[in-house]
Every structure is written in structure tokens, then in C-alpha cells.
């Protein structure tokens, strides 16, 4: 079984959580944790601390990525204007890295929903390639591949953190600083991590097939295919 399958069925076991946490937000996490949890078991919250990192770190850079390859594939199909707008916010999660708000993420969304919506007519629209061209899309698509894959198991580990959260209860002082930011930070940002996940490899998808009319050669996806967020 690969990893991303292994990961599948722990994101299965941690969707309830995650809609139920999404639903009350930052505010009512607290309430619903002391009401339902009473302070319960799981995980301790030095490892919890420590699996949100890695994911939010791991989040940050399939972004970046993501982006950075759609700007690629901008370029490739003369929409420079989107292939900046693509870099730019690339280059604003990086430097913001693991301390984005759920804001920042909602503006990467927007700017790759609207530069993969572009990249899509064009690509579709495209009569003919030269090689040049086709070689250009088919290196973007090749780096596009594993930014999808990164981002999407960061989700799938988002899933699994606000479900690890819940069972925690509500952090207190002795557990540190670094638990209470998590159970603010995760309510919000683990949903925004999914939900650009899924936006991310919808889109790599749908360039696939469209690239596969043009006979462009795209790589082997086997471990992004099986994801299920």
C-alpha cells in the first residue's frame, strides 16, 4: 500500500472531525472541546505542535510550488500577466511561510482559481503547438505533478490534526504557548490548506487531460490519483 493510500484511510477517520471543527471555527473550539471532550486523551500536544508544523511547512512549500508551476505554464502559453500574478503570490507565502493567515491562503486561492481558469481556455483554444511549446507545458506539468502530491497530503494531515486537536481537549498554560496557537491557528487554516489542495489537483487533472489531447507527454501520477480529500 502506498503512502498516499495509507494517508487516505487516516483522512476518512478525521473528516467528521474536520467539519464538525470548521463549522465552529476559532471561537467555539474551546466550548466544544471542555463540553465534549472534557479534557480527553489522544495524542499529547508536543506531538500535536510538532505534526502541525511539519504540515504547515509542508503546506507552504506545495503552494509555492503549485503556483510557481501554473506561472510556468503561463509563460509557456504567453499569459504574462497571470504568470506574475502566479510568482507573486508564490513569492508572498514564502516569505510569510508557516505564520499565513487563513486570509493569505484565501487570496492564493483566488489567484490560482482565476490563473488556472485562464491557462485552461488557452491551452484548449490552442489550434496548434510547436515542440518548443509542447516541451515547455509538458516541464511546467512535470513540476506541477509533485506540488499537487505535496499539498494534497499536507491536507490530508490538516484533516488529521484537527481531528488529533479535538480529542486533546482545550490547551492550558502548562501545555505551553505553542499548543494554545495551535488550537487557535488550525480551525481556520486547516480548511483553508484543503481547500486548496483540492483546487490544486482538480486543476492539475483537468490540464492533464487537455494536454493529453495535444500530445504532450505529462508524468506518472499514481500516488496523486489515489488521493481522496
Known amino acids: ?37 472534557g479534557g480527553g486523551g489522544g495524542k499529547s500536544w508536543s506531538d500535536i505542535i510538532s505534526s502541525f508544523e511539519n504540515l504547515m511547512n509542508q503546506a507552504v512549500a506545495g503552494v509555492a510550488d503549485t503556483q510557481e508551476s501554473l ?6 502559453l504567453g499569459l504574462k500577466q497571470e504568470a506574475a ?11 510569510k511561510g508557516t505564520a499565513f493567515a487563513a486570509s493569505d491562503l484565501d487570496e492564493s486561492i ?33 513540476n506541477y505533478a509533485p506540488a499537487a502530491l505535496k499539498v494534497g497530503l499536507s491536507a490530508i494531515d ?13 490547551p492550558t498554560p502548562a501545555d505551553g504557548m505553542k499548543a494554545i496557537s495551535v488550537a487557535k491557528d488550525a480551525p ?19 490540464l492533464r487531460a487537455i494536454a493529453k489531447e495535444n500530445d ?14
Open 1 to 37: 500500500m502506498t503512502l498516499a493510500r495509507r494517508r487516505v484511510l487516516k483522512f476518512a477517520m478525521a473528516s467528521t472531525a474536520l467539519a464538525t471543527l470548521s463549522a465552529c471555527g476559532a471561537g467555539g473550539m474551546g466550548g466544544m472541546a471542555t463540553g465534549m471532550m
Open 71 to 76: 506561472a510556468m505554464l503561463a509563460d509557456a
Open 85 to 95: 500574478v502566479l510568482r507573486g503570490e508564490a513569492k508572498n507565502i514564502r516569505d
Open 110 to 142: 483566488n489567484a490560482t482559481n482565476d490563473g488556472l481558469g485562464r491557462i485552461n481556455d488557452k491551452l484548449a483554444q490552442a489550434k496548434s503547438l510547436n515542440a518548443g511549446e509542447k516541451q515547455k507545458i509538458g516541464e511546467a506539468m512535470a
Open 158 to 170: 490538516a484533516g488529521i490534526a484537527l481531528s488529533d486537536i479535538s480529542s486533546a481537549g482545550t
Open 188 to 206: 481556520s487554516k486547516a480548511p483553508a490548506i484543503i481547500k486548496f489542495a483540492k483546487l490544486s489537483i482538480q486543476g492539475f487533472k483537468d
Open 216 to 229: 504532450i507527454a505529462v508524468p506518472a501520477t499514481d500516488e496523486l490519483d489515489a488521493l481522496s480529500i
